[in-house]
């Protein structure tokens, strides 16, 4: 889709393993590496404007920014394990891993001022069509798009290490002490370059503006413009739309986050087993996780040379064309804004984020968290063999000890300035685990639990904007920002499981599950107290102001629900005849509810679960030859975007099916190939879309066609 992008791509990996020394030392060794393409082609919506049409409300696309993505993912990844045994009860186990990630993304597109009426773009109502409440077809006037040629690019380095040593006693007792260490440098480069037909400045807008017209409709909107976007002659590096908001034009904009994330990890544990009697054996152990990561922003406006407002593109950058035709939009220039840098006619000017200087918006985006947990667990095995069959399972108890503190910025007037703050708390944790196996093939399990799942720790960050809202008598402390004092979502758990195996592999599993939500995060306000901060600004004003104010920020919030069955079938058909013998199908289907309480106690869902999800696949194997097909269904769900300025918004992401297959030929002893295995294998073979929606299902905002493999 865009100009040096790839087509095809490959997989390599090799291991060795080997033992020495009389089958006492062991090594494993393994290393992969991946060049692989992915084209991504989009339409993307800013959202759709209310207007009016013959006094009846519809709605109108309100703007577009859609591209078409190449990227080209390249990852090295080496690991070793190696495994000493002295004497039999005691064995050493040290394994080291080392992955190298490079994600380098080209994003091409056009974003286009549209509906909501910025920018000076009009609405022509002279000929329009409205169906369901949407503009379906109409023109917009004096629109001035602007070209973009962005970058994103993911470089990271992972490390990883452990050492473990395991006694196995000859008495029932049983030892081990594990050691973990993994860190992740990691960054996140996101490069726009904005070009365009001229400079917007503060004054007056210069530059051609076209009419367009566009058709809206289940695919999104397909767009037929009075310019040509592909004439170098007439597209300059600028500032299309006044997007710096002065008289020096930004041409772009340069976002690098550097990031560090590194963990420690201790476990001990002792088991001791009996010999018979229904209680199989008791463990004890504790673990001990401390865990830091840092984020550290570095910003700059992309800009032009010596004060230029617009410049145009050298013919010696300019690459192929990118097509944008399914968007009606046709070619566009293209080049790549890290070479127009590299060689001076784009310039950064580095945003500062430190110092008296400092640029707020990106200081505030700086923070550590720090993160340590100990775990106090205590567990009891049962196995009890009854008349009918075998009971088997567990129960225990988890005691979580958690110390999260968080250093960032505050934001007083008088300055930037650090502060640390956190939280120290406790989580116990019962659980129950029973399984009965009965001679005729009948499982059933039953479990329950208290369950805690932590939350993201940027979160928890500490990087708080504050100050006083007079339009509340007397004055309140109003902020935004992270939460250092944010805890764990939190639930009871039930589960139920009924399974029959049958024949040489079939089975027929039925799961019903519950759980109780006890606490939840969202993003709301609450309250705050501000004692240990400056005061704010015009605090003297106000001489009575509480320290207790309010601050925006991800809460904990009132609980829900969340429950559902699935069922899961496996079925060779030689059950059935053994002239079947290789046939069968396996699948299954889940139906999921969800309700949670927001910040503001509306009841909404939990984003990411669909009511429905099927998979089945029928699939051959016999013979060394072997076939499947397989398809998955999932309905509707609530999902979470990025939205402007990287903010999270949830909208509605469509139903899909996916279709892939697999063909395959395993070569049979004693033939010359033998241990020799080749298959062909395609997925999505029907090009399914991913497809999201806002207020209404023909308000398509995201249409993307990530094709098929």
Do not use: C, H
């Not at 993912?73 to 394990?81: A, D, E, I």
């Amino acid at each position: 889709l865009n100009a040096g992008s790839k087509e095809f791509g490959y997989r390599v990996n090799g291991t060795f393993v080997d033992q020495f020394a009389d089958d006492t030392l062991g090594i494993s060794l393994a290393a992969s590496y991946v060049d692989e393409p992915y084209q991504l082609q989009e339409f993307n919506a800013w959202g759709y404007a209310g207007t009016q049409v013959n006094g009846q409300d519809a709605a109108l696309i309100g703007g577009s920014k859609s591209y078409v993505t190449s990227t080209r993912l390249k990852r090295l990844g080496v690991n070793g394990t190696l495994q000493w045994q002295p004497m039999p009860q005691l064995t050493f186990t040290v394994d080291g891993f080392y992955s190298n990630f490079d994600d380098d993304q080209t994003k091409r597109g056009i974003e286009l001022p549209l509906g909501f009426g910025a920018f000076g773009t009009t609405f022509n109502p002279a000929n329009f069509t409205v169906e369901d409440g949407l503009v379906t077809s109409g023109q917009f006037d004096n629109v001035r798009g602007v070209i973009r040629n962005d970058v994103f690019q993911r470089k990271a380095d992972l490390y990883s290490g452990g050492f473990n040593a395991l006694w196995d006693g000859d008495d029932g007792w049983t030892a081990f002490f594990d050691f973990g260490y993994s860190r992740t440098d990691r960054n996140e480069l996101s490069l726009e370059s904005y070009s365009g037909t001229g400079f917007n400045g503060p004054s007056t807008g210069r530059g051609s503006a076209a009419t367009i017209g566009f058709t809206s409709g289940d695919e999104g909107t397909v767009f037929n413009p009075s310019l040509d976007y592909s004439d170098p002659a007439r597209i300059f590096l600028t500032d299309p739309l006044g997007w710096g908001g002065g008289a020096i034009p930004q041409a772009g904009y340069s976002n690098n986050r550097i990031i560090e994330d590194e963990l420690f990890q201790f476990r001990g544990e002792v088991e001791k087993e009996f010999d018979g009697g229904f209680l199989r054996s008791v463990q004890f152990g504790m673990n001990y996780t401390t865990r830091e990561k840092s984020l550290t922003p570095d910003e700059a406006f992309v800009r032009l040379p010596n004060g230029a407002t617009e410049v145009a593109i050298p013919s010696q950058f300019l690459l192929r064309a990118t097509d944008l035709t399914y968007l009606g939009l046709g070619p566009i220039v293209s080049y790549d804004p890290r070479e127009l840098i590299a060689a001076g006619i784009l310039v950064l000017e580095p945003r500062v984020a430190t110092g008296p200087n400092a640029a707020n918006d990106v200081l505030s985006k700086s923070y550590t968290v720090n993160e340590d947990l100990m775990t106090l667990y205590l567990q009891a095995n049962i196995e009890q063999e009854l008349a009918s069959g075998v009971l088997t399972g567990n129960v225990g108890v988890q005691g979580i000890n958690t110390v999260q503190n968080s250093t960032g910025f505050i934001f007083p007037a008088a300055g930037p300035q650090r502060l640390t703050l956190g939280d120290d708390y406790w989580d116990v944790l019962p659980s129950a685990n029973l399984s009965l196996r009965l001679n005729s093939d009948w499982v059933f399990r039953v479990a329950a639990a208290r369950e805690i799942m932590r939350p993201r720790l940027d979160d928890t960050r500490l990087s708080i904007g504050y100050g006083i809202d007079n339009s509340v008598p007397g004055g309140i402390i109003r902020g935004g920002g992270g939460n250092p004092y944010l805890r764990p979502y939190r639930a009871n758990a039930v589960d139920f499981n009924i399974e029959k195996y049958f024949g040489t592999g079939g089975v027929v599993a039925l799961q019903l599950f519950y759980k109780d939500i006890k606490s939840y995060v969202f993003n709301g306000r609450f309250a705050f107290d501000y004692s240990s901060f400056p005061p704010p600004p015009g605090s003297a004003a106000y001489p009575n102001l509480s320290p207790i104010g309010t601050l925006d920020a991800p809460i904990n919030t009132g609980g829900g629900d969340l429950y559902g069955a699935e069922l899961a079938v496996t079925l060779p058909f030689d059950t059935f005849s053994e002239a079947l013998e290789g046939f069968g199908i396996t699948g299954g289907a889940s139906y999921t509810k969800t309700k949670i309480e927001d910040a503001d106690g509306n009841e909404t869902q939990i984003p990411g679960y669909s009511k429905w999800v099927v998979n089945g696949t029928a699939y051959f194997e016999r013979a060394g030859f072997n076939t499947r097909v397989s398809a998955r269904y999932r309905s509707t769900f609530l999902g979470d975007f990025t939205g402007f300025g990287g903010s999270p918004v949830r909208r509605t992401a469509l139903d899909e099916t996916i279709i892939d297959a697999q063909i395959g030929y395993d070569f049979q002893d004693g033939t010359a190939l033998e241990g020799l295995s080749l298959y062909l294998q395609g997925q999505n073979l029907t090009d399914q879309p991913f497809v999201s929606t806002g207020a209404e299902r023909n308000q398509v905002v995201d249409y993307q066609l990530y094709g098929r493999r």
